[in-house]
């Protein structure tokens, strides 16, 4: 993976916080909303991190790789341009759909984990990558449901998918623990099965539990659980990247450095 | 003067009072920001978008904080978001304040004023219009016309929204150097400080984004009436959009990148101009996200 291989910590870099990521200590890569860039109009902060030699990593959230349709070929050409005007090392986006019948879901919804919904995804994935200029990494999702009748884990499913696209993935971790909170899911089971190696980076969110549910908000602090969860991670794998995503209700700088510093400690000491 | 405490010591008014005094409800509403952003409590973008450190009002000295505060909750473009505090219940709250210690004109006393000028002008035109029809003295006439000139004047004056009290109050002000907050209410984000040739924007000193600092760019024309002071007139397109909204063919987030004008003198109105890019992010509610 080239650069991959030590992208280091970092943070999702978001208008609102521009300047509080240029000036955060440590920060070694950010990952930008792929939709919200235009390739000809980058943001001023955008071009100074490049030019400081940060890698500046697009993550896609349109895709809907998991639809029945067919892949939106111009979005994934948004998601090329965008990843050659950074000069990215790979893009991402997640396993999931966010459209059909001509409908958006406004939201990440789960595919059913049958072979069928598999081999759509697969030929979707395959799509993708034979209109993207870089390698593509794809996440897991924290999911609201499960389909009835799914016939592989998550792991599995994810397994699969590699093995048939070749392709990364994307873990994030705080989406695992919302699976386990609200789905009952065995995160442990879960890292066991993917392709570790196959990893290019980590995502870690925070969220809050309302009445015995976990909501991954990415406005709230990161929860130890979600830590504990890396930790586990790390100490299979040593992970080319973890990422902070903050999305909303953005804490003071010294705060979000904290949160980094947690990230790095945890690395560390499971290492 | 100290940034958002009174100084009964020298002057019986805040900073934001002073910011009024010197430039109107804008002012007033861009030293509530200021003081804001400077104590960690707001944080400013390269493209001038201000955000709530904390979703909570905590450490808001002030009704006019507090109301910003809550108003940059979710992200606000910075002319905007001054905007909107310069026309907030708050602000208004303040403007009393300063009417019942007699250093604004009252809306009453204005309107008062206002149509004495009305009336000058047409006792000037019916004076003019009696020569011609009613062959009236031309001496008189012109007499009347003079005073008719001068009670307009005097009349303008008294329609003033900054009345004597309120002058002289603002003058015993000294602002120092490294009084920001003080420099902000005197000469406002998009006044210019410093001597020439080294002058520099007030958004400069405080060490805006030229491209933040952009969004406070001034209109040419005085639209404002000079009637309440400073208001800012903004017009900014957002690029907001959720997990599936956006296409690839949504073409992102531009930013603004216009220069400022200059003036640091009392009221006057301001126009900012900008465009934002919010994040999609990610899904986030219940227990879906990404």
């Not at chain 2, 905007?83 to 009417?99: E, F, G, P, R």
Request: hydrophobic share 40%.
């Amino acid at each position: 993976m080239g650069v991959l291989d030590k992208l280091g910590v970092g943070i999702g870099w978001r208008p609102e916080i521009d300047l509080t990521v240029e000036r955060l200590p440590g920060v070694d890569f950010v990952e930008v909303v792929a939709e919200n860039l235009h390739v000809e109009h980058l943001p001023e902060s955008i071009v100074l991190l490049r030019e400081r030699g940060v890698p500046v990593l697009p993550h896609a959230v349109s895709l809907s790789l998991g639809s029945a349709d067919p892949v939106d070929v111009h979005r994934v050409e948004h998601l090329g341009a965008v990843a050659e005007a950074l000069g990215a090392p790979l893009v991402s986006d997640h396993v999931c759909f966010v459209r059909a019948g001509g409908l958006d879901s406004g939201h990440l919804m789960p595919v059913p984990r049958t072979r069928d919904a598999l081999d759509v995804l697969v030929a979707n994935v395959k799509t993708a990558q034979a209109n993207l200029p870089v390698p593509l990494a794809l996440e897991n999702i924290a999911a609201l449901l499960e389909w009835p009748d799914g016939e592989l884990t998550e792991g599995q499913f994810l397994a699969e998918l590699v093995e048939r696209t070749d392709c990364h993935l994307l873990i994030d971790v705080a989406n695992l623990h919302a699976n386990a909170r609200n789905l009952g899911t065995d995160p442990n089971r879960f890292l066991d099965e993917i392709p570790l190696e196959r990893l290019a980076y980590v995502h870690v969110a925070g969220g809050v539990e309302h009445d015995g549910v976990y909501h991954d908000t990415h406005a709230h602090a990161v929860r130890p659980e979600v830590l504990e969860l890396l930790g586990e991670l790390r100490s299979r794998v040593d992970p080319p990247g973890v990422l902070l995503e903050r999305d909303d209700n953005y804490p003071s700088d010294s705060e979000l450095a904290r949160e980094l510093a947690a990230i790095r400690e945890v690395l560390a000491r499971h290492a | 003067m100290t940034s958002g405490t009174r100084t009964p010591g020298r002057t019986g008014v805040s900073p934001e009072e002073f910011g009024y005094l010197s430039g109107g409800p804008g002012r007033a509403a861009e030293v509530a920001v200021v003081r804001l952003l400077e104590a960690g409590l707001l944080r400013i973008s390269r493209e001038g978008v201000v955000s709530a450190v904390a979703a909570t009002a905590a450490g808001a000295a002030t009704p006019l904080e507090a109301y910003a505060l809550g108003a940059a909750r979710t992200g606000r473009m910075l002319g905007e978001l001054i905007k909107s505090t310069a026309t907030s219940d708050a602000l208004a709250a303040l403007k009393q304040h300063l009417v019942d210690r007699g250093f604004l004109a009252s809306a009453g006393r204005r309107k008062f004023w206002g149509a004495v000028r009305t009336l000058t002008l047409v006792g000037a035109f019916v004076a003019m219009a009696s020569v011609a029809v009613f062959h009236f003295n031309v001496g008189y006439a012109i007499l009347l016309l003079l005073l008719a000139l001068v009670v307009r004047w005097f009349a303008g004056r008294m329609r003033r929204p900054v009345r004597r009290a309120g002058r002289r109050e603002a003058a015993r002000i000294t602002v120092m150097s490294n009084d920001r907050l003080g420099i902000v209410a005197q000469h406002g984000l998009a006044g210019r400080i410093g001597q020439f040739p080294q002058q520099y924007y007030v958004w400069e000193m405080l060490g805006i984004a030229p491209s933040a600092g952009a969004t406070l760019r001034r209109g040419k024309r005085r639209t404002a009436r000079q009637n309440d002071g400073a208001y800012y007139a903004s017009s900014c397109n957002s690029c907001s959009s959720c997990s599936s909204g956006c296409g690839a063919d949504n073409s992102g987030c531009g930013s603004s990148g216009s220069s400022c004008g200059s003036s640091d003198s009392g009221s006057s109105d301001s126009g900012s101009s900008c465009s934002s890019g919010s994040s999609c992010g990610s899904s986030c509610g219940g227990g879906g996200g990404d």
